[in-house]
């Protein structure tokens, strides 16, 4: 079992930044296929970004935050991050790391998908003001 443990949430203003880390367990921790996704009030959970062990570690990120967010990892300290730049209202939601050990590939239309991650962070809340 893997389990996340979430850090680096909290209020920013519109424009500024922020870095999430999610550290996670296990001795394999560089076969992981990491993610981040995110929800906010009454919406359903959305993909933000995911790191993939193969096809070289290619990274994903939603139309919505590239060129803002960057997923990265630091495999020596089993943790993810997501650093958050040029921050806005719209990003205000719950941020959750999640984590997939099968070593399943997916296809690149269905790496955003929530099924194909077993374990999650229990999330860490981001509000951006305006």
């Known amino acids: 079992q893997v389990q996340l443990v979430e850090s680096g949430g909290g209020l920013v203003q519109a424009g500024g930044s922020l870095r999430l880390s999610c550290v996670a367990s296990?001795?394999?921790?560089?076969?992981?296929?990491m993610g981040w996704f995110r929800q906010a009030p009454g919406k359903e959970r959305e993909f933000v970004a995911a790191?993939?062990?193969?096809?070289?570690?290619?990274?994903y990120h939603a139309d919505s935050v590239k060129g803002r967010f960057t997923i990265s990892r630091d495999n020596a300290k089993n943790t993810v991050y997501l650093q958050m730049n040029s921050l806005r209202p719209g990003d205000t939601a719950v941020y959750y790391c999640t984590a997939d050990n099968s070593g399943i590939q997916y296809p690149s239309s269905s790496v955003g998908e929530p099924a194909h991650y077993k374990y999650w962070g229990r999330g860490t809340q981001v509000t951006v003001s305006s």
């Open positions: 790191t993939v062990t193969w096809s070289g570690g290619r990274t």
């Open positions: 296990g001795r394999t921790f560089s076969s992981y296929a």
